[in-house]
Structure formats: C-alpha cells, structure tokens
C-alpha cells in the first residue's frame, strides 16, 4: 500500500500496491485564478489531481463537505471517497490565567486592548481585502475604538498564490496602521495564547475545506465567526456565526459578537466543548479503517 497525504505529494506509481490518495479540498478547481494564477501551472496542477484521482484505489478527504464538494466538482462512486476528520493540536487549550507571551508583548499585543485575530494563509481565496474592510467599518465605532486586529500567519511565501502585499497596501492606505498588526509566523504556544487573550477568530474564507485555525481558537475557547462555505457550521454549531462571506455580513457579526460579554462568553463554552469533541485518536481510527478496507 502507498499512501499520499496529499495531493501535493502524489506522484504515479507502477505496480499491484494499493494507492491511497487524500485530497484536502477543492479550492484551486473552484476558484483557479486566485490560487493558481499562472496558466501553465494550472494545467500542471488539474493533470496531477486528474491522474491522482484516477490511479487511487481510494481518496480520503477531511470533511462530508469536503466529499461533497470533490463529488460535485468530479463526479465518481461516493463510496471510494473517505472522510478523515481533523483535530487542534492539544497544545490549543484554554488558560486558566491567560496572559501575553514575550513574543507577543514585542509585538504589542498585550492584552490590553481588545483583541479580534485571523489565522492562516495570505491566499486571495481567504478574502482579507473584505475582512479587512469590515473590521474598519467596525473599529471606526467609538464602542469599538479599543479594538485591534492581529492577522497571523506567514507572510513570506504561500504554498498557493499569495497577496500579502496588496493586504498590507490595502491597510496603509485605509489607515490602519496601528489598529493591524502583521505577526508573520509565531510558534504555537504564543499562536494559543493569542487566542486566549482573544474575543473573537475571524475566519471568512470563500471555501474551507477543513477550517482548523478555527477549531484551534475553538479548543482555547475563543468564539469564531466563519464562512459557511465549510463545516464548520456542522463542526462548532453554537460556538460560531457563519456567514456569507461578504463585507457586510463579516462586519455586522463581528459587531454581534463584541457588544455582549455574555453572548461572546456562550459561544466560547459552545466553541470549547465541540472541539473537544475533534480528536486525533479518532481521526486515527477512520484512517487505519481504510486501510484495512
């Protein structure tokens, strides 16, 4: 057996070996020209997934929306597609007496302040333009104006097509400047304090195939507000708002979420229990269910 633990990695294999292949999403096939920009990348790309698809004895994804997703975009028998789960690493897990790390104090995120954060990649599909927008459109509230934005993740390359800086362009020319911090890559440790200290994850994608970074604020219960182009709705239930992912839907939920204590307080609880409910262990067991099928 040959298992490929992403369509990135795969390669053609000659030979009787079992091939299993796990295809994470479908985000480059739906939206082409924001994640594979170059024409001749793109024809490279959709040739591998094709023979990927073609030659797996099996394909493993990492959602129900993520299989219904790949069905409708390719077709197939539903049967030879498998859902293995994903989890927050246990380092993502609620502080009893949260407080800044240095590297986040050096960055001016001491907690001071309240705290809205993103996490993940600069990709155009993960829509920052728009969620940048929105949160000017709410900071610029005097209720709001204590209220700063910390978008993390690295920001020196992306696996896919990045376009960090026309973000960071886009937050100058807005003037928001001291209300956006940029941190670039942060271990995980400082990654779940943040997210500790933090009243709300941020996450309006156009697709998530998974959409861990929210389940990681989630394990340190830390309300979200995501994309219902994902599972996440299924995933988290009442410890998120999900939205179309528009300016005018982020910002009004983002609002929702900062005017009540309690309400935000809920979704954290809501957030906390339903990642716990999100193991490895168990993702574990449905992929060693494949195997052995």
């Known amino acids: 057996m040959v298992l490929f633990p992403a369509i990135y990695s795969y390669v053609p294999v000659l030979g009787p070996a079992r091939k299993l292949v796990m295809m994470h999403d479908v985000i480059a096939e739906t939206f082409p020209k924001l994640t594979v920009p170059r024409l001749s990348a ?7 997934v094709a023979l990927g698809r073609m030659q797996a004895d099996a394909l493993i994804t990492v959602s129900e929306y993520s299989r219904e997703c790949i069905l409708k975009r390719f077709g197939g028998d539903r ?10 690493d246990p380092i993502f897990r609620k ?17 001071t302040r309240r705290l809205a954060v993103y996490l993940g990649g600069f990709s155009p ?12 459109e709410v900071a610029g509230q005097p209720e709001f104006s204590d209220l700063i934005f910390a978008m993390v993740g690295d920001n020196s390359g992306d696996a896919f097509h990045t376009y960090f800086g026309e973000i960071a362009a886009h937050v ?26 933090a009243k709300v994850l ?3 994608s156009l697709m998530e195939g998974f959409g861990l970074p929210a389940v990681e604020a989630a394990a340190c219960g830390c309300p ?3 994309t219902k182009a994902s599972p996440l709705e299924g995933l988290l239930e009442g410890g998120g708002i999900y939205i179309e992912p528009t300016e005018g839907e982020i910002a009004r939920a983002l609002e ?12 954290g609880e809501e957030a906390l229990r339903a990642a716990q409910r999100l193991t490895w262990d168990h993702a574990a067991r449905q992929l060693m269910e494949v195997i052995h099928a």
């Open 125 to 136: 599909h993960k829509n920052l333009i728009a969620l940048v927008n929105a949160f000017r």
């Open 42 to 48: 793109r024809v490279f790309w959709n040739a591998k």
């Open 202 to 204: 941020l996450l309006p």
């Open 79 to 88: 049967s030879r597609i498998h859902v293995v789960g994903e989890a927050a």
């Open 95 to 111: 502080l009893e007496f949260p407080a800044p790390t240095a590297p986040l104090k050096e960055l001016g995120l001491d907690g």
């Open 256 to 267: 929702f979420v900062l005017s009540s204590e309690e309400t935000r307080l809920r979704m």
């Open 224 to 226: 979200v507000i995501a």
């Open 172 to 197: 100058e020319t807005l003037g928001l400047r001291d209300r956006v911090v940029f941190t670039g890559f942060l271990k995980d440790e400082d990654v779940a304090a943040l997210l500790n200290l």
